[in-house]
C-alpha cells in the first residue's frame, strides 16, 4: 500500500509538472501559406492572430475567415499532440492504480 501511495505521489507531481509546462508553452498554426498564424498556449487557449495584409481583400472576406479558422484549428492541434506527448507517458502509467479514464 506504501508502495502505490509513493508511487501515486510521483505521478502528481510529474502531471503537475506536465501541466506547468504546458501552460507556459505557446504553439503557432498557421494557414494560407503563413498569411495568417494564430499563437495559442498550450492548453489551447488562443492568445493571438497575426494576419499579413495581402491576405486582407474587402471583396473576399470569406476567405479571410476561413484562412483564420484554419490557423486557430492548426494550431490547437499542435497544442492537442503537444499534450499527448506531455501527459501520455504519466496518464498511461496510472493505468496500474486502477483509475478510471486512464
Same mark, same amino acid.
Given at each position: 500500500?506504501?508502495?502505490?501511495?509513493?508511487?501515486?505521489?510521483?505521478m502528481?507531481?510529474?502531471?503537475?509538472?506536465?501541466?506547468?509546462?504546458? %501552460?507556459?508553452?505557446?504553439?503557432?498554426?498557421?494557414?494560407?501559406?503563413? +498569411? *495568417?498564424? /494564430?499563437?495559442?498556449?498550450?492548453?489551447? $487557449?488562443?492568445?493571438?492572430?497575426?494576419?499579413?495584409?495581402? %491576405?486582407?481583400?474587402?471583396?473576399?472576406?470569406?476567405?479571410?475567415?476561413? +484562412? *483564420?479558422? /484554419?490557423?486557430?484549428?492548426?494550431?490547437? $492541434?499542435?497544442?492537442?499532440?503537444?499534450?499527448?506527448?506531455?501527459?501520455?507517458?504519466?496518464?498511461?502509467?496510472?493505468g496500474?492504480?486502477? +483509475?478510471?479514464?486512464?
Amino acid at each position: 500500500m506504501q508502495q502505490m501511495l509513493k508511487q501515486a505521489q510521483k505521478m502528481q507531481q510529474q502531471i503537475a509538472q506536465a501541466q506547468a509546462e504546458l %501552460a507556459e508553452a505557446e504553439l503557432t498554426g498557421t494557414a494560407g501559406g503563413g +498569411l *495568417v498564424t /494564430a499563437t495559442v498556449s498550450g492548453s489551447g $487557449e488562443l492568445k493571438g492572430i497575426r494576419i499579413d495584409a495581402k %491576405a486582407v481583400d474587402p471583396e473576399d472576406v470569406e476567405t479571410l475567415e476561413d +484562412l *483564420v479558422l /484554419a490557423a486557430i484549428r492548426n494550431a490547437n $492541434e499542435a497544442a492537442r499532440e503537444l499534450t499527448e506527448q506531455k501527459m501520455g507517458p504519466v496518464a498511461g502509467g496510472m493505468g496500474g492504480l486502477g +483509475l478510471p479514464g486512464f
